[in-house]
């Protein structure tokens, strides 16, 4: 059964250090998005790309925030310099035509 | 996007069916039931789908009212391996719906030997 991968599966960092989460999506899946999820609250939504272009974008993705799709693969989420609230699980999903989504294991991001 | 209310937390024991009921006052007629479950440190995982009466696959079932303003998943005979977060989600579906999902804080089922 295809997966949506994620890597790497735990990173540790410096405050405002940059970082790069990296997603691997099904792979005729079209739609992307990143959802974070802080230590005992819920899922939310970051952002939505379709097309080589965001779709939507919460107030949480903010210009630290940056999503790219560098190849026909890889799906990656830069936080450019980070701050010890963006400490969080970071789960990539991703859609076909259906709109069910598959999510991966998710990244723990940890900022000390 | 319409709000969901379920509870907060809920215990069984093994071999028991499980009901956890999701009320959905505003839901529009475009709009599909789904739920997700999520295991501790892992993504949310899609279990079931439905519009209206009665849905039924290999996991679970989803019990949909005629006035569509609530919705119950149910579990047959619950495992240890089932104690997860059951998160109920409304929207639209399909390629009208390629957009975000809404998690509320989900249901937290434990499941006791």
């Known amino acids: 059964e295809p997966e949506v991968t994620q890597t790497p599966s735990h990173q540790v960092t410096q405050m405002g250090q940059e970082v790069i989460l990296r997603c691997v999506p099904i792979s005729n899946h079209l739609y992307f998005y990143w959802y974070r999820q802080i230590l005992g609250q819920k899922v939310e939504f970051l952002v939505s790309?379709?097309?080589?272009?965001?779709?939507?974008k919460s107030e949480i993705f903010d210009d630290q925030f940056s999503v790219e799709r560098p190849d026909g693969s890889n799906f990656t989420l830069k936080i450019r310099s980070t701050k010890l609230e963006d400490s969080a699980m970071y789960f990539c999903a991703s859609s076909g035509s259906s709109g069910e989504q598959f999510f991966g294991p998710g990244t723990r991001l940890t900022v000390l | 996007l319409a709000k969901t209310t379920q509870p907060i937390s809920m215990d069984s024991y093994e071999g028991q069916e499980v009901n956890i009921t999701c009320s959905h006052n505003n839901i529009a007629t475009n709009d599909y039931i789904t739920w997700y479950q999520q295991f501790p440190s892992q993504g949310p995982r899609f279990i079931i789908q439905?519009?209206?009466t009665k849905v039924t696959n290999e996991v679970a079932s989803l019990f949909i009212p005629a006035d569509r303003k609530s919705s119950t998943l149910s579990l047959p005979r619950v495992s240890l391996s089932d104690t997860a977060v059951y998160y109920c989600?409304?929207?639209?579906?399909?390629?009208?719906?390629?957009?975000?999902?809404?998690f509320g804080q989900g249901t937290t089922l434990q499941v006791k030997p």
């Open positions: 790309f379709y097309n080589n272009e965001i779709s939507e």
């Open positions: 439905g519009y209206k």
């Open positions: 989600l409304v929207g639209e579906r399909g390629s009208s719906n390629t957009g975000k999902l809404i």
